[in-house]
């Protein structure tokens, strides 16, 4: 288990514990919601004996669970025992923030069936003293955004994973075959010179050397790809910071053959030599 980060997550109920498990799935953690502390132990056991398939796992235990909460203590001494190392991170917020959440979602409290919000909250307070004092990390969502506390996050759990954040999807489409519908960013070069009436490059792609060098002898490519590149470089840490996981670019030329793919394959490239994560999808390069 020493190459494997085994986060705990627990705290009071509507402290956010919910979107925090969103954030470490962003960051590439194995995540699993409410599991019964017994299974603790043993789904350690399994991420041990996976090879390094699992190395990074996030999972939230609470109050849901009801009477099988209580041997979360007898589970985190039997991992420790056993050799296994894991962190607990333990969420709170101010009582009138957790009241005012409950009442904006209409949720009841695990705690409150028979009670007020109020009482719950009490209760649970009581009931999870102790693994709050055995917590590593506390965070106390009263103030914070849902983008803020996985800024947080990412910081003490990933804090060199902010490039590696976002996976990037470069498309190359034709336009007479309609734009992609997950496009976040659309651009249209159309305009650069077409192989399409060059006759021998015409049943060629953009994948081939040919149609790549008939494209990039014009200076208006090289133009074109500088101030593309510098808007992309530029916009994307812009997304990384709003906590965006995803971000689809998609360029277009008429029947996404030629010029989109070329321009997908070099892009691509300069990404990539920036740490970046790419794929490829040359949605229309093999259409008639």
């Known amino acids: 288990m020493e190459n494997i980060r085994f986060v705990i997550i627990t705290g009071l109920s509507g402290a956010g514990k ?17 599991l019964p502390p017994q299974l603790i132990p043993k789904f350690a056991e399994l991420a041990s004996q996976s090879e390094g398939k699992i190395n990074r796992i996030a999972l939230v235990s609470d109050i849901r669970g009801g009477e099988f909460f209580s041997s979360l203590q007898e589970a985190l001494a039997l991992m420790e025992d056993s050799g296994f190392d894991y962190e607990i991170l333990f969420l709170e917020a101010a009582d009138e923030v957790l009241i005012r959440r409950f009442k904006e979602t209409r949720r009841r409290h695990p705690l409150a069936a028979m009670g007020s919000i109020a009482e719950g909250i009490k ?3 009581k009931l999870l003293a ?12 009263s103030q914070l955004s849902p983008q803020q506390l996985k800024e947080e996050i990412t910081t003490l759990y990933a804090p060199d994973s902010q490039q ?7 498309v190359a489409f034709g336009f007479k075959y309609g734009i992609p519908l ?26 081939d050397e040919a149609v790549k060098n008939y494209i990039w002898k014009w200076s208006i490519t090289h133009k074109f790809f500088q101030k593309l590149f510098d808007l992309i470089s ?9 906590g965006k ?3 689809v670019i998609a360029i277009g030329c008429t029947g996404g053959r030629h010029r ?4 997908v394959n070099e892009l691509a490239q300069v990404l990539k030599g920036k740490n970046y994560p790419v794929i490829k999808e040359f949605r229309d390069a093999n259409k008639v």
């Open 18 to 34: 919910s979107q925090a498990m969103h954030c470490f799935e962003d960051l590439g953690y194995f995540c699993i919601d409410n």
């Open 123 to 125: 209760e649970e307070k």
């Open 130 to 141: 102790q693994i709050r004092g055995r917590a590593d990390k506390l965070i106390d969502t």
């Open 164 to 170: 590696e954040n976002i996976l990037i999807t470069l």
């Open 182 to 207: 997950d496009a976040d960013l659309v651009f249209d070069v159309r305009f650069l010179p077409n192989p399409h009436y060059v006759e021998h490059l015409r049943p060629l792609t953009g994948n």
């Open 234 to 242: 530029f916009l994307i840490p812009c997304y990384v910071k709003e």
């Open 245 to 247: 996981p995803q971000l």
């Open 260 to 263: 989109s793919v070329s321009i």
